[in-house]
């Protein structure tokens, strides 16, 4: 008989488990956000106690609760039990503490009071291809909720700050602006992208335009970071009104939102608006070509089923088609933060 030589893979069901069982690591992290646990550690260690006082969390699940975080990840413990003292690990000091201005856990508070809800009825969404969210009780569509409600409108905002801003901070430092004076980000919301822009390249001057019930956000956003010299937040309706004119033009999870014709008529207005040798710049969590890697980008395109009447994700490949027939001439894909690249199509 010939010697084995090789080790036979052992088949496990835990990575089905793990993708399966997933809501609970997901939904004990929302909690942990909505309860601000992060931000009341950021001051100084606590004890479980300290954070029962601070949050009103029961005791019968305060331990299991506090120490499912320090297993996932999330949170440092020292000491044992009524003893011990919690800390914010270096990556939920820096990105889920309220207090800073890196804090991204607006788009985990959105997913814990809005999405967590509405994913509930992925299945209907796949079967019947409309939406899942507001819609279904109110015949209100997403954005006509969002925007009647300004606790709400601000919790977007600040969602589609908090998740963006990684990919923000490092296309404001890694593309080249040294040709271009200007730039115009289409839907703007809160100022985030203008303002890391501006912060990196002080020769640069931008605009933040979005829909008027925005700019207030905008404004003072802009303002805290003492930047109104050289970023405005001007009121635009981008399906009724022209682009204005910028050496480069942004659009950051702004495509993914609407329907193929939506998207190319974006496409178009965004290469009016630009000179000859401009850059239409579109961040995105865009699926690789092959559809095989990127499973954040594949799940953000359903989450546009549950969200939206048309929208989708794409590959870069798509995008390079839709682009070359409106006329751009080079294609570029550059990474930036996790799962989000931006598309350059300069004109």
Request: aromatic share 10%; net charge negative; charged share 25%.
């Amino acid at each position: 008989m010939k010697e084995q030589t090789t080790i036979e893979k052992q088949i496990t069901p835990a990575g089905i488990m793990q993708v399966g069982m997933g809501f609970w690591a997901s939904k004990t992290l929302l909690a942990a956000v909505n309860l601000e646990i992060f931000t009341h550690l950021s001051l100084c260690p606590l004890t479980a106690e300290e954070i029962q006082v601070r949050t009103g969390i029961q005791k019968r699940g305060l331990l299991d609760f506090l120490d499912a975080l320090v297993a996932l990840g999330f949170l440092n413990r020292q000491g044992f039990n009524d003893e011990a003292f919690y800390s914010n690990t270096e990556e939920t000091e820096l990105f889920l503490d309220k207090r800073k201005p890196t804090y991204m856990g607006g788009m985990l508070e959105m997913a814990n009071n809005r999405l967590y809800k509405f994913w509930g009825a992925l299945e209907e969404g796949l079967k019947t291809g409309l939406p899942q969210n507001e819609i279904k009780d109110t015949g209100v569509s997403l954005f006509e909720s969002i925007y009647q409600d300004h606790r709400k409108l601000k919790e977007f905002s600040m969602a589609m700050q908090g998740v963006q801003m990684g990919s923000f901070i490092t296309l404001s430092k890694q593309f080249d602006f040294s040709g271009y004076a200007t730039l115009c980000d289409i839907g703007g919301s809160s100022g985030a992208l203008s303002i890391q822009v501006a912060s990196e390249n002080p020769h640069m001057r931008c605009i933040s335009a979005d829909l008027p019930e925005l700019l207030p956000i905008a404004q003072e956003n802009i303002s805290d970071f003492g930047l109104k010299d050289r970023i405005e937040a001007v009121n635009i309706n981008f399906f009724q009104d022209d682009l204005p004119k910028a050496d480069v033009i942004t659009m950051g999870n702004i495509l993914h939102d609407w329907n193929l014709e939506d998207k190319k008529m974006l496409i178009k207005k965004a290469y009016e608006a630009l000179p000859e040798g401009g850059a239409f710049i579109v961040i995105e969590n865009v699926i690789d070509d092959d559809r095989r890697e990127n499973a954040f980008g594949l799940m953000m395109s359903l989450n546009m089923l549950i969200e939206t009447e048309g929208g989708f994700d794409f590959t870069r490949q798509e995008f390079a088609v839709w682009a070359e027939e409106i006329g751009f001439a080079k294609i570029e894909t550059m990474p930036l933060a996790g799962p989000t690249s931006a598309i350059i199509a300069i004109k």
